[in-house]
């Protein structure tokens, strides 16, 4: 009877780290689409907005999910407490202390942040330029990231239980 309960252990150990980690694939994607509707939005706030970056930050914060509103929640933080710092840093340092949370990888994480060093340093068309320049890498990533969830989720899913069916096997 122990033996049976720590087959089924076992077994279930194996079978949720394969879930787990095929969750990351179904995640980024997801991710990714809530980054590009969350800069959608800082558009219409550059181009038809008056309002400041921190008020900006804050309203996109609560009309997207997830992480990403995180994100900019604790930029606008960063950008009410970092009395005198850029607002690069300030969107860095929110990035860099949100990110781990996020299933987006390093090739978001650059677009992003190459993007955020444009805030506030040029006019409003070119801000405008670059928020659309970053939508296209992001959609380009987005499409590789579809790539992946489809080649690799079912396949870490059947790999975990088939791994925990091979150690069940190797134990008995």
């Not at 079912?154 to 790999?159: A, E, F, Q």
Request: charged share 25%; net charge positive; aromatic share 10%.
């Amino acid at each position: 009877m122990i033996k049976l309960m720590g087959a089924c252990l076992v077994f279930l150990a194996a079978t949720w780290a394969g879930f787990f980690l095929a969750r990351s694939y179904r995640e980024r994607p997801r991710h990714i689409r809530q980054l590009r509707s969350a800069l959608s939005l800082l558009e219409t706030e550059i181009g038809y907005g008056t309002r400041p970056l921190i008020q900006a930050c804050e309203q996109i914060s609560l009309r997207v999910d997830g992480v990403i509103a995180t994100i900019f929640r604790q930029c606008a933080e960063n950008l009410k407490q970092m009395d005198g710092a850029s607002t690069y840093e300030c969107f860095r340092q929110a990035i860099e202390e949100q990110w781990p949370k996020t299933a987006m990888k390093k090739p978001e994480k650059q677009v992003f942040l190459q993007f955020s060093q444009t805030l506030g340093v040029s006019d409003r068309q070119d801000q405008l330029q670059h928020v659309a320049m970053a939508q296209a890498n992001l959609d380009v990533e987005e499409r590789k990231a579809r790539d992946e969830q489809v080649q690799y989720e079912k396949m870490y899913r059947t790999v975990g239980i088939l791994c925990g069916v091979f150690i069940i096997i190797l134990l008995y």
